[in-house]
């Protein structure tokens, strides 16, 4: 247990409101004083039957049966914050405090004006079940005297001169749990131009991490193969950890027939398990046929992504006259059940110590800012882009893994530059694979288009490392380097060759190679890391 929370204050402050907020934030357990009298006193449940009998066990026991009450409650949960209520007269807050030590307890005091309370209660109990006026409640002995604890408490929160969860922020920030994060966030971002295997990586690893979140749109899949799927909305590791809670951050696109259709596929997201951002931009059918008339000149997947942030951008509080409203997730009545701010739950999923997977979609060299342009998509694309669109601070940031393939690619027809290309013949000759297999595999996920093929550009990589600011990097299809690789299980098990490439792209970006996949699936992975 960390905390013993106490609160105080008149009738309609707004008491209940603010415990709803804090329980909202922490791992709370409420100590109900109503409950407590109902069953020791067995009394009508209304509030002046309460404020009765609740007086008569302060006389009967000098307040200690609220302490009582917390120690019932302490023996049937694990919660690491105790909530009380409501305390009503000093004698109870001391009990409290002399029982649990002072260390531990929190007593916040909330007070409002006179005519700010008067005007909560008669809005209250228009209608409702009390009949009891303002004036009469106020008069109540201890009614009238609960302004005294503002004396005693360890803060005072004016309640109308701020919103619920100001006032919450206010009363607990570094009280009840610390601002410093126990952990850090994990991101996992292609080095190339996608494709680079990204989400079979962040498949294999989301069992290490609580909670997997996803930024970007559908116009990139991510194959996984434990179990097989293509994910395209949601993080590559949802099905490979249903325990993980589901995020999808801020600065997402979302096809909602597509997200839809994933969700269906992960039937235990439904029981509270995903979580998507309400300021997350739906994209609409109108979007992808605006892209399907302008796009072909870029080789766009043309998934409407593009368009919905243009819209995004424009339609701030206007209507467009080239494209739908603007609608963004908390405007869709489907995805009601899931709308949360993932900002500030990732931010209270590191304070708590949580392990966190942040999954990047695309890659760097097809940023909107800094890639090939016009061969780019409609994001920033790096590291700095991730955490902008999942609200994370650059404090915040772990690990940070490029994701690099041996041949990198780029989509089919006129997708722009890419270095020396190369033919998928040359690379199964070079290689010892099939040619079919070759084929079968460097197919579009989304486009379903051929792809095309480079040899490695050292400069492109060592500066994406730099640009990323990587930690390690995870490099992809270490089969195209020897077929025998496909057989290895450690660094030392691969041809010369596959081990002079690592040791080169370790000396040239200046970061270790921890992981190395030679095949797809959990038997394709080497992992170095310590």
Same mark, same amino acid.
């Given at each position: 247990m960390q905390k013993i929370i106490i609160l105080s204050g008149p009738i309609a402050v707004g008491k209940t409101a603010f415990a709803d907020e804090l329980m909202r934030r922490y791992p709370c357990q409420k100590v109900s004083t109503r409950n407590y009298i109902l069953k020791v006193k067995h009394v009508e449940n209304s509030r002046a039957s309460l404020q009765e009998a609740g007086m008569q066990l302060d006389d009967?026991?000098?307040?200690? $049966?609220?302490?009582?009450?917390? +120690?019932?409650?302490?023996?049937?949960?694990?919660?690491?914050?105790?909530?009380?209520?409501?305390?009503?007269? +000093?004698?109870?807050?001391?009990?409290?405090?002399?029982?649990?030590?002072?260390?531990? !307890?929190?007593?916040?005091?909330?007070?409002?004006?006179?005519? !700010?309370?008067?005007?909560?209660?008669? @809005?209250?109990?228009?209608?409702?079940?009390?009949?009891?006026?303002?004036?009469? %409640?106020?008069?109540?002995?201890?009614?009238?005297?609960?302004?005294n604890l503002a004396l005693i408490a360890d803060v005072v929160v004016e309640t109308d001169k701020s919103d619920v969860p100001s006032c919450v922020t206010f009363a607990t920030a570094t009280r009840v749990l610390p601002l410093i994060p126990k952990s850090k966030v994990d991101l996992f971002v292609g080095g190339q131009w996608g494709s680079e295997g990204k989400g079979n990586i962040c498949a294999l690893l %989301?069992?290490?991490?609580?909670?997997? !979140?996803?930024?970007?749109?559908?116009?990139?899949?991510?194959?996984?193969?434990?179990?097989?799927?293509?994910?395209?909305?949601?993080?590559?590791?949802?099905?490979?950890?249903?325990? %993980?809670?589901?995020?999808?951050?801020?600065?997402?696109?979302?096809?909602?027939?597509?997200?839809?259709?994933?969700?269906?596929?992960?039937? $235990?997201? @439904?029981?509270?398990?995903?979580?998507?951002?309400?300021?997350? =931009?739906?994209?609409?059918?109108?979007?992808?046929?605006?892209?399907?008339?302008?796009?072909?000149?870029?080789?766009?997947?043309?998934?409407?992504?593009?368009?919905?942030?243009?819209? @995004?951008?424009?339609?701030?509080?206007?209507?467009?006259? $080239?494209?739908?409203?603007?609608?963004?997730?908390?405007?869709?009545?489907?995805?009601?059940?899931?709308?949360?701010?993932?900002?500030?739950?990732?931010?209270? %999923?590191?304070?708590?110590?949580?392990?966190? =997977?942040?999954?990047?979609?695309?890659?760097?060299?097809?940023?909107?800012?800094?890639?090939?342009?016009?061969?780019?998509?409609?994001?920033?694309?790096?590291?700095?882009?991730?955490?902008?669109?999942?609200?994370?601070?650059?404090?915040?940031?772990?690990?940070?893994?490029?994701?690099?393939?041996?041949?990198?690619?780029?989509?089919?027809?006129?997708?722009?530059? =890419?270095g020396v290309e190369v033919t998928m013949d040359e690379i199964s000759h070079r290689s010892g694979l099939p040619i079919e297999e070759i084929r079968k595999t460097e197919i579009g996920s989304v486009s379903n288009n051929p792809r095309r093929m480079a040899e490695f550009d050292w400069e492109r990589l060592r500066r994406s490392v730099y640009w990323n600011g990587a930690t390690e990097i995870a490099l992809t299809f270490v089969d195209y380097l020897g077929h025998q690789n496909s057989a290895a299980n450690r660094f030392e098990e691969l041809n010369a060759e596959a081990q002079h490439f690592i040791e080169n792209l370790e000396r040239v970006c200046g970061v270790p190679v921890s992981l190395i996949s030679k095949g797809f699936g959990r038997r394709g992975l080497i992992d170095r890391r310590n």
């Open positions: 009967e026991t000098n307040g200690s $049966w609220v302490s009582d009450a917390v +120690a019932e409650t302490l023996t049937e949960t694990d919660k690491s914050v105790l909530l009380i209520d409501s305390a009503r007269i +000093a004698a109870q807050v001391e009990r409290i405090r002399e029982r649990f030590g002072r260390k531990k !307890v929190l007593h916040i005091h909330l007070t409002a004006a006179e005519h !700010v309370l008067k005007d909560r209660y008669e @809005k209250r109990n228009k209608g409702g079940d009390s009949a009891i006026s303002f004036e009469v %409640a106020r008069q109540n002995a201890t009614e009238s005297q609960v302004e %989301a069992s290490e991490y609580d909670i997997l !979140v996803r930024v970007g749109g559908p116009n990139a899949g991510h194959k996984v193969q434990d179990p097989k799927y293509t994910y395209r909305q949601l993080p590559s590791g949802t099905g490979s950890n249903p325990q %993980a809670q589901i995020f999808i951050a801020a600065g997402s696109t979302i096809s909602l027939k597509i997200l839809l259709q994933e969700i269906e596929h992960h039937e $235990w997201l @439904k029981s509270g398990r995903l979580f998507i951002d309400g300021q997350a =931009m739906i994209i609409e059918e109108e979007d992808v046929k605006i892209e399907q008339k302008l796009l072909d000149g870029i080789s766009s997947t043309k998934q409407g992504v593009g368009s919905a942030a243009a819209r @995004k951008i424009l339609g701030r509080d206007v209507k467009l006259d $080239w494209g739908p409203a603007v609608r963004l997730a908390r405007n869709v009545s489907e995805l009601e059940p899931y709308i949360a701010n993932i900002g500030s739950k990732i931010e209270r %999923a590191l304070i708590e110590g949580k392990r966190v =997977m942040l999954e990047g979609t695309q890659g760097t060299e097809l940023s909107i800012h800094h890639g090939s342009y016009p061969h780019v998509t409609s994001r920033e694309t790096s590291a700095a882009g991730c955490l902008s669109d999942a609200g994370v601070p650059f404090t915040a940031l772990g690990r940070v893994v490029v994701v690099a393939r041996t041949y990198p690619i780029r989509v089919g027809g006129k997708s722009g530059p =890419m």
